[in-house]
């Protein structure tokens, strides 16, 4: 039984990483064929489909947080966690996956994020674009 799920489009992260590749693309077609531009278009190509979303999950006992299709991909057991609340990230901490002096943070858009702390003193940053809603749902599975 899952409790709460929710997935975040970081759009403009898709339209940056998609305009890129056109240009890349663009620049085929006025010039002959480059091995570097090859190489970043693949990198570009395998970000956009990595990154282009972050999904939360709480089922019974786990919080699943996830990037894209899952390859990367953080799961805690609820026992674990003792707190959570919503806070606003700074501008400069980024997206991505990222290490912040509150810890480790998953964050695909915007300043919004839950922060977890764990049973062993340890933070980590969820970004998300329903920050109530979250914090809300991992209380509610905590029990409080």
Same mark, same amino acid.
């Not at 620049?27 to 190489?39: K, P, R, S, V």
């Not at 990595?50 to 979303?53: G, K, Q, R, V």
């Given at each position: 039984m899952k409790r709460y799920t929710h997935t975040q489009t970081g759009y403009l992260l898709i339209v940056a990483l998609g305009s890129?590749? #056109?240009?890349i693309a663009l620049?085929?077609?006025?010039?002959?064929?480059?091995?570097?531009?090859?190489?970043?278009? #693949?990198?570009?190509?395998?970000c956009l489909v990595?990154?282009?979303?972050l999904t939360v999950?709480?089922?019974e006992d786990t919080i699943k947080v996830r990037f894209g299709p899952g390859i990367i991909r953080k799961k805690f057991p609820l026992q674990?966690?003792?707190?959570?609340?919503?806070?606003?990230?700074?501008?400069?901490?980024?997206w991505g996956i990222r290490w912040t002096p509150y810890g480790w943070m998953f964050n695909v858009s915007g300043l919004?994020?839950?922060?977890?702390l764990r049973k062993n003193g340890k933070k980590f940053r969820v970004g998300t674009d329903d920050p109530e809603g979250l914090a809300k749902a991992i209380q509610q599975a905590l029990g409080k």
């Open positions: 890129a590749v #056109i240009l620049l085929w077609a006025l010039y002959e064929f480059n091995w570097i531009g090859f190489a970043v278009l #693949i990198i570009l190509a395998i990595l990154f282009a979303t999950e709480i089922d674990d966690i003792e707190s959570c609340r919503a806070v606003k990230n700074h501008w400069y901490y980024g919004h994020a839950v922060e977890l």
